[in-house]
């Protein structure tokens, strides 16, 4: 189950969402049964996208930020979903290491660690915060806006283990998505445990991996609730090894812009959809330098500056823009960010283009419908598919064909 929370969405329930809360015992058992078999990501946060007539996930964060977004009152379903995900992975579990990005020194950032800080020592553990940087050479105090602050070490290899000067965890949480590479610090810790694993990471992990898994997961939950699956998921399409420089590979990408607006059009025209369809670029590594780019057709490929830090080449995430507005209509809204550890939802909050609104427990008997249980939905739809991504990815694992 997932909390009942307010969100800035409070209009009619549309037939989707009102099929998934008429589909809600269906639904529980489904995931029941899947996390039977799958192991769930530790924590991920999931960006939802509510249409109007499409409710859908399109990012999944495995090393989210923005903890301390949550507010106080879904502290106890984080230190409870924590608990349960430390009793299943490490029982005996006493310290817990916490590796932060070693280039984001924004104090939002900060107060992000300190959040994650203070939801595992909740959950019983001493939690030490220990940096992979080599800049960090000896022990900083760190001044957060409230007045408090948090104490970051560097981390040390010794005998085959990450510790601190004074501090051997067993379980070592990652809050570093490792864009450039893993270092060799992390590498081969057998005797600890690593969460997420290093191949979450995303110097190998890929959108459109993940996006061919939610397709699948879309598929099966779309069958068992009665709906098109294309209400679940983006389509999506993969540019490997683009170079914007190049005539021929911008030509190429503008065909595969082209051929993805038809396929969103026929869906548009199969449900009545007035909206103009768009399409979203972004680096299939997720490298922030490229940004996202909202483009209508595919001749405006052309028309796109690059950012000098793309590389030469680089891989292209095509996805079906989604627009989220309370009626479908094109002004600016907010957009559901959906939180979870182990399989648990623990709370999110809604997305603008310049901040973050925590999102707030409804008052008893309040009028305004469950939306976040839908939202919650969408989250461990999302969820679920990076777990069958990261089974799929795992180079420890024997896959068959």
């Not at 090393?63 to 995900?85: E, G, I, K, N, Y």
């Not at 490490?90 to 300190?114: D, G, H, M």
């Not at 993969?238 to 420089?245: A, I, K, Y």
């Not at 094109?330 to 623990?346: E, G």
Request: charged fraction near 20%; include cysteine.
């Amino acid at each position: 189950m997932v909390p009942h929370l307010v969100t800035a969405l409070t209009g009619s329930i549309g037939e989707l969402e009102q099929r998934i809360l008429d589909s809600m015992p269906a639904i529980e058992r489904w995931f029941r049964l899947e996390w039977m078999e799958h192991t769930p990501p530790f924590y991920c946060a999931v960006d939802v996208r509510n249409a109007g007539y499409k409710l859908a996930p399109t990012d999944t964060d495995l090393f989210p930020r923005d903890w301390h977004l949550l507010t106080p009152a879904m502290l106890p379903l984080a230190v409870q979903a924590a608990m349960a995900a430390i009793e299943k992975i490490c029982p005996e579990a006493r310290n817990l290491l916490i590796v932060p990005q070693s280039r984001n020194t924004s104090p939002a950032y900060w107060r992000n660690i300190a959040q994650l800080q203070r939801i595992f020592h909740t959950a019983g553990l001493n939690v030490g915060i220990g940096s992979i940087s080599p800049d960090v050479k000896e022990r900083i105090t760190v001044p957060l806006p409230d007045g408090e602050s948090l104490q970051l070490e560097p981390a040390l290899r010794t005998n085959g283990r990450l510790v601190l000067q004074d501090f051997d965890p067993c379980t070592i949480l990652l809050n570093n998505p490792l864009r450039t590479g893993v270092p060799g610090i992390l590498e081969e810790l057998h005797t600890q445990f690593l969460l997420p694993p290093l191949h979450a990471a995303w110097a190998t992990r890929r959108k459109n991996v993940h996006a061919r898994c939610l397709e699948e997961i879309g598929r099966r939950f779309g069958k068992l609730i009665g709906v098109d699956h294309w209400l679940l998921a983006p389509l999506f399409d993969h540019r490997p090894q683009m170079d914007f420089s190049n005539s021929t590979d911008r030509e190429a990408l503008a065909e595969q812009v082209d051929a993805l607006l038809t396929k969103i059009r026929r869906k548009h025209k199969e449900y009545g959809i007035k909206e103009k369809p768009f399409v979203v670029l972004k680096a299939d590594d997720d490298n922030p330098a490229l940004g996202t780019v909202s483009i209508r057709e595919g001749k405006e490929v052309h028309n796109l500056y690059i950012n000098a830090a793309i590389p030469a080449t680089c891989d292209i995430f095509l996805q079906e823009g989604l627009a989220t507005t309370p009626e479908g209509s094109d002004h600016l809204a907010a957009n559901p960010v959906v939180y979870t550890i182990d399989r648990y939802v623990v709370g999110g909050f809604q997305r603008t283009e310049t901040e973050g609104i925590p999102l707030t427990f409804a008052k008893p008997g309040a009028s305004v419908p469950n939306r976040f249980y839908m939202y919650g939905v969408m989250g461990r739809l999302a969820m679920l598919a990076a777990s069958y991504e990261l089974e799929a990815t795992d180079p420890n694992a024997e896959h068959y064909d």
